[in-house]
């Protein structure tokens, strides 16, 4: 069984930088085919795929946030980790790790992290 753990700071402040980490257990992060996403849902809307990191270390960032956003991998952990800067107070959301077969599947989510965005 897949299990997925987001960790982060909790509030962050405008113009920081937001990193948060996903610790995955019951399967390693460079199992074949595995796409490892990162989701947030803001107040009130609906979930905004961030992008994702393949098992081979490939990426892909949602056009609106790929020039603030990165991801890594850290196969000794066993997690991967998001970083968005120069973060707003739009960027409050709950934020989910998952894990799917596919660039549009996310059969193993966490449990999520709620970051608010204020000074």
């Known amino acids: 069984q897949v299990q997925l753990q987001e960790s982060g700071p909790g509030l962050v402040k405008p113009s920081q930088t937001l990193s948060l980490t996903c610790s995955v257990s019951?399967?390693?992060?460079?199992?074949?085919?595995?796409?490892w996403s990162w989701i947030r849902q803001p107040p009130g809307k609906d979930l905004e795929l961030i992008g994702y990191?393949?098992?081979?270390?490939?990426?892909y960032y949602s056009p609106s946030l790929e020039s603030r956003t990165s991801f890594s991998g850290d196969t000794t952990k066993n997690e991967f980790t998001l970083q968005m800067r120069s973060v707003i107070p739009e960027d409050t959301a709950v934020y989910y790790c998952?894990?799917?077969?596919?660039?549009?599947?996310?059969?193993?989510w966490g449990q999520g992290t709620h970051v608010p965005v204020s000074s």
């Open positions: 990191i393949t098992d081979r270390g490939g990426t």
């Open positions: 019951g399967a390693s992060i460079t199992t074949n085919s595995a796409y």
């Open positions: 998952t894990r799917g077969y596919t660039a549009d599947s996310f059969k193993w």
